[in-house]
C-alpha cells in the first residue's frame, strides 16, 4: 500500500465522489478557542466517505467478476456505499445487515436497488450466510476496511485534506478521524505522509469501544468487550483490522475515547455551527476536537458521515440544542 | 449593474466566501422524478448567502467610512452577514433587528461582535431609530438589496452555479431562488445572463407573501397585505426592491409561492438527502422542486440559509421525518 494507489484510486473516483468542503466557522472556533477545519464527508455521495472505498473496489475488480455481483457484510454506511456504487455499474448487490441497524440505512441500502438480508446480530452468523451466499451466486465480497482498494479509495479524502489544510494555512495540526476498522484512517494516514507530512491522524473512537486506541498503545491488536451498547453504531468494529493496524501503528498519534453523550453534544454544534447533518459516530472527531482539547493548535476533524435517524437527531437537538 | 461588477465583486471575496458545493442525491433524484442540484449556501460563512453581499459592500466601502463602522436593518441573515464582515474588517456593526426575531439569529449576531437594538416590530419606527444612530456616529447604511454592491455581491453565487451546473452537465434548465426582496434572484439573474444565458431564475417566495411573483405578473411592484404569519421569516418584505425589480422583471421566469408546511417538507429531504440544515426560508426553493414540480427537466435549487432555532427544526422532523 502507498501513495501511488490511493492516486490511482482517485483517477477511478473522479466525475463520481464528491471533493467535500473543509467547512470552518469564526462562532466554532471561538467556542473550541481554536481553529476547527472540518472535513464534511456527510456531504459524499450516501451520506458517509464509505461510497469512495466502495467505488474503488468495485471499479477495481476485473469486468467479469464485477458483472457476477457483490456482497457485503455491513450495519449501513458501506452497505449504502456498496448499493450505491453497484447501481451505478448496473451489477446486482447482497448487503447481509444486522436487523438492529439504524432504519435509516436499511431503508436507503433497499431504495438503491441492493437485496438486504437481515441476520440477528446475537443469535446469526453472518459470516455463514455470507458465505453461502456468495457461493451460491459467485458474489465478489467486499469486505468494508481489510481490503487495499477500499483503504486507498478512503485515501482520496485525505489527498483532499492536504490540498484543502494548505489552502486554509493550516501548519503542523493534528487530524482527528472516527475510527472502526481503520480503513478511513489508515487510507487518510497514507496521503498524508505522502502529501502534508506535518498533519498527523489521531484515531477517535466510542469510550467503551476504544479497540483501536488500546491497540496502538499496547502494539498488537486489543478487542472490544462487547460489541453493543453505544449509539455510535458506524464505529463499533471487534477489533482493527489486519491491513489497517500495522499503518495505524506506523503512522498516526494516540487514539482518543469520547463518550456517547459528547457525540451528541457535537451533532448539535454541528447543526447550529456548520449547517450540516452528522450521525453519532461521524460526529466523535468533532467532539475530541471541542470537548476533550489538548492543545491550541489548529486542528482538523473528518465528519465521516450523517446517515442518522430523525429520533436519534431530535433527542441531540432536545438535549444540546440550546441557542447560546 | 453588469458582469463587470460581479466579477470584481468575486475578486473582493476570494479567500473570505466559501465556492458552495452543488450537491445531488441519487434518492432525492428519484422523489422528485428529476434531476436535483441544490447549492448549499448554509454552508456559507454565517449560514446565508447574505455574507456575499455584505462583504462585497463592505469591502467596495471608502476606507474612511468604512472606518466610521456601518449600520444594517435585518432580521437575521444580513445582521450576520454584515457583523461578521465588520469584525472581518476590525470595525463595528450596529444592527437594528426586530424583536422576534429567531432567538439563534440575534444570539449570532451578538455573537460575531455587533451591538443589536431591538424594535418592537408592530409599533417602533425602524427607519427612525436607524436614521438617528447613523447621523450621530456616523455609521454606513448597508441595505439588505436595494444596493448594487450587495446585488454584485450574491451574484457571485450565480458565477459558482453557472460554473458548476457545466461541470455536472446540465442543459437548460430552471434556477429556483427563494426570494424576499429580490437581491440573490437579481444577482444569480444577472450572472447567469452572461455566464450561462441557457439557465433561467425564477423567484420563490412564501405562500401570502408573494409579493415579487405578483409584482413580475403586473409588470409593477405589488405589496404583501402583511408582514407577519409565516415561518419563512429571512424571505418575508414588503414588495421588491427598486434596484433589483426591473432586473428580475428583464430576466426571471414566472414566481412560485410555496406553503409553510411545503418548506417543512424540505427541511426533512434535505436532513435526510443531502445531510444539510435548512431554515424554512432557505427550503422554498427545495420544496418548489419537490413539491411543485411542472417539468421533467433538471433543476437548480439555491438553498439559501441555515440559521434555524432547533424547535423550528425538530418540528419539522417530526411531522416529516419519517425514514421511508
Known sequence: MNIDRIVAAAERLAGHAHCTPLLNAPLLDETAGRRIFVKAECL?????????????????????????????????????GVAC????????????????????????TRAYGAEVVLYDRTTGDRDAIGTTLADERGLSLIKP????????????????????????GVGEADVLVPCGGGGLSSGIA???????????????????????????IAG????????????CDAIVTPTPGQLTFPILKRLCGPGIAVPDEDALRAIAAAFFRLRIVLEPGGAVALAAALLHRASDQDVIVVAS???????VFRNALSRFGKTD
Open 220 to 231: 498488537t491488536p486489543r478487542t472490544n468487550a462487547r460489541m453493543t451498547g453505544s449509539i
Open 85 to 108: 456504487a453497484a447501481r451505478e455499474f448496473g451489477i446486482s448487490a447482497v448487503i447481509v445487515m444486522p436487523g438492529d441497524a439504524p432504519a435509516l440505512k436499511i431503508a436507503n
Open 145 to 168: 476496511f481489510d481490503n487495499e482498494d477500499v483503504i486507498a479509495g478512503q485515501g482520496t479524502c485525505g489527498l483532499e485534506i492536504a490540498a484543502q489544510a494548505t489552502e486554509a
Open 190 to 216: 497514507l496521503a498524508l505522509e505522502a502529501r502534508a507530512p506535518h498533519l498527523r491522524v489521531r484515531p477517535v473512537e466510542p469510550k467503551g469501544f476504544d479497540d483501536v486506541a488500546r491497540s496502538l
Open 44 to 80: 459524499q455521495r450516501t451520506g458517509s466517505f464509505k461510497y469512495r472505498g466502495a467505488r474503488s473496489a468495485l471499479s477495481a475488480l476485473p469486468q467479469q467478476a464485477r458483472e457476477r455481483g457483490v456482497l457485503a457484510f455491513s450495519s449501513g454506511n458501506h452497505a449504502q
Open 305 to 311: 458521515g450523517g446517515n442518522v435517524d430523525s429520533t
